[in-house]
């Protein structure tokens, strides 16, 4: 397939430098910017740099596109790609709530074509060996403490801080526990959730609670303060340690003792983004409307739950009216 990046931000870098690994067809670059667009042209092997999205998506030769611009942006811009039959893949979270999320995977299928989350983590060699294994590694799970916080600069422009651009730490971080939590331990009974606001009206820090018959999830998410970035699965025959869980390559194994028993690595091949890039190009070329490893009806309800967060928070965002 022929691949278009919509945006020129830095995680098309990141994934730019997988396509390249993989060497797969780069055939244009759009950006708001043409010096940067011929910039990333050059780094990356582009055919083509354009200055406006629209251009990239008039473009017969490009047959799929992955959406890297601020979640506030990414359901118009699903929109626009799919209206020019283009398959899709956009970075997470794909809309800024479940309705919206809805509509883009139901527009996708009655168009017959694939539109994907990029939500690597879950394309990922070890989060998939973790998934089929944990039981035979740790037992029953008991626990499961997840935090995705660090400290950026506060910059109210910035895409983090700017309610207009769908920041907050939810939306950008938050979805990788909540994602975590629903693939290890399922839709929660209940939950519960604090949070602390920053001074342009996003979620900055906060605790997410996850309740289950037998089980619990504790979340923290910040774009305020550094936290241990990592999940730790407790079950009544182990402990899984899994540091910077939402891309790692290495998990490790300790007894009850926390013993370390085995550490568990699989290796990048490029950068961790080579994964969902395979995955999309083998589901286009299979013909199937939706990702075997992140399916529709998962992300939507990872929207639902982070949709009820936000609604015990009060945090809306104005982009989000009139869906
Ligand atoms: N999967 C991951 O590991 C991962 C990591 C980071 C981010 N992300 C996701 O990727 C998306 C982009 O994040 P990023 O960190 O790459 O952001 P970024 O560096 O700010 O880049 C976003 C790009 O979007 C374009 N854009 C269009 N309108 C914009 C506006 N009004 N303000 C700012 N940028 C605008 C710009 O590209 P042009 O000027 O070139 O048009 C900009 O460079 C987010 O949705 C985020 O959640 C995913």
């Given at each position: 397939m022929r691949y278009g990046i919509l945006g020129a931000g830095n995680i098309a870098h990141a994934f730019s430098t997988a396509l390249k690994g993989l060497n797969l067809t780069r055939e244009a670059i759009g950006s708001r910017d043409m010096s940067r667009a011929l910039a990333f042209k050059k780094t990356y092997g582009f055919k083509k740099a354009y200055?406006?999205?629209d251009a990239l998506l008039d473009d017969e030769a490009v047959d799929c596109v992955y959406i890297a611009t601020p979640h506030s942006f990414h359901f118009e811009h699903v929109m626009k790609a799919l209206d020019k039959g283009k398959h899709v893949i956009c970075e997470?979270?794909?809309a800024l709530n479940h309705v919206a999320a809805t509509k883009l995977y139901e527009y996708a299928a009655s168009l017959n074509l694939l539109l994907v989350e990029a939500l690597w983590t879950k394309f990922s060699p070890l989060t998939i060996h973790l998934k089929t294994n944990i039981y035979d590694y740790i037992g029953n799970i008991k626990t499961l403490t997840v935090d995705f916080s660090f400290k950026g600069d506060f910059d109210p422009n910035n895409r983090l801080y700017n309610i207009h651009l769908g920041g907050?730490?939810?939306?950008d971080v938050g979805i990788y526990p909540v994602t975590y939590a629903n693939l290890f331990l399922g839709k929660p009974k209940s939950f519960k959730t604090e949070m602390t606001l920053s001074k342009t009206?996003?979620?900055e820090t906060s605790t997410i609670d996850y309740f289950y018959d037998n089980q619990t999830a504790h979340m923290t998410i910040s774009i305020a303060q550094d936290g241990p970035r990592d999940a730790i699965f407790k079950g009544?025959?182990?402990?899984i340690k899994v540091p910077f869980f939402w891309g790692a390559e290495t998990a490790y194994l300790y007894d009850l003792?926390?013993?370390?028993?085995?550490?568990i690595t699989f290796k990048n091949k490029i950068n961790g983004y080579?994964?969902?890039i395979e995955s999309f190009e083998k589901s286009v070329k299979d013909r199937l409307l939706d990702s075997p490893f992140h399916k529709a009806i998962d992300a939507i309800e990872v929207f639902k739950q982070l949709d009820q967060i936000r609604a015990i928070w009060g945090l809306t965002y104005p982009?989000?009216?009139g869906y």
């Open positions: 200055d406006s999205y997470k979270p794909i907050g730490a939810l939306l009206g996003v979620d009544d025959k182990g402990i003792d926390m013993n370390l028993i085995k550490e080579e994964y969902e982009e989000e009216r």
